[in-house]
């Protein structure tokens, strides 16, 4: 069984909808989970990182977390063209990372 | 790209030859974290090192090897390329061992024909 299984899409979204993505993980020792953004052709970077349960807000991205039915989500609020990307949601595997699939979002003008 | 660099960032080569993939970087951060990615795989982890000639396997470790003779490099080989390492392959560098701090690097796209 993988260590975080990640929805695939990929997402088509009009300009200022909510993006909703999600995962699920295996684990319950899991207690640092991320969501990195990666544009194409480019290296993944860290978006924003959660630690334990609970949500977590920057700016337009909001992160929960749900311990109990071990759930990631990332919400991209009043999306925009420059938040095309693809997503991938991450855990804190024993000193290493272990990356979902990833989502390609892209946001129509 | 947090000061890590990759060299070759594309390359083609035959099956059966080594290759070799760099990853330097000036940040001075103690680990270092190869990765290749795939469609639908997303990126999975083929070797660690967390300290100058100390590495450690990742998951899919087969057919690669890794030095680190200094802090700021790392070293990827493909001791013998084949076809299914055709890949887009990333460095990352950390600087604690709570890992979920990562930068990476631009990637190198690699083809084995």
């Known amino acids: 069984q993988k260590e975080v299984e990640q929805d695939p899409g990929p997402l088509s979204v009009p300009e200022g909808a909510i993006v909703s993505l999600n995962c699920t993980y295996s684990?319950?020792?899991?207690?640092?989970f991320m969501w990195y953004r990666q544009y194409s052709r480019k290296g993944p970077e860290l978006l924003m990182y959660?630690?334990?349960?609970g949500n977590k807000e920057d700016g337009r991205f909001t992160a929960q977390v749900d311990k109990s039915s071990k759930y990631i989500s990332l919400f991209i609020r009043d999306s925009q063209p420059s938040d095309s990307a693809t997503y991938l949601c991450?855990?804190?595997?024993?000193?290493?990372?272990?990356f979902g699939a990833g989502t390609t979002v892209t946001v129509r003008a | 790209d947090a000061g890590i660099t990759q060299s070759p960032r594309h390359k083609v080569t035959e099956t059966g030859t080594p290759v070799t993939l760099r990853c330097h970087q000036t940040?001075?951060?103690?680990?270092m974290y190869w990765y290749r990615q795939d469609p639908g795989h997303g990126l999975r982890l083929i070797h660690y090192?967390?300290?100058?000639?100390?590495?450690d396997k990742g998951e899919v470790s087969d057919g690669y090897s890794v030095s680190r003779s200094k802090t700021e490099d790392f070293l990827l080989t493909l001791e013998s390329a084949t076809s299914s390492q055709t890949s887009v392959y990333f460095c990352a560098i950390s600087w604690t061992s709570s890992s979920y701090e990562q930068y990476f690097g631009p990637g190198t796209r690699l083809t084995v024909t």
């Open positions: 940040e001075n951060h103690r680990y």
């Open positions: 684990n319950s020792a899991f207690q640092y």
């Open positions: 991450a855990v804190d595997n024993d000193y290493k990372l272990s």
């Open positions: 959660t630690y334990s349960s």
């Open positions: 090192s967390y300290g100058v000639k100390d590495t």
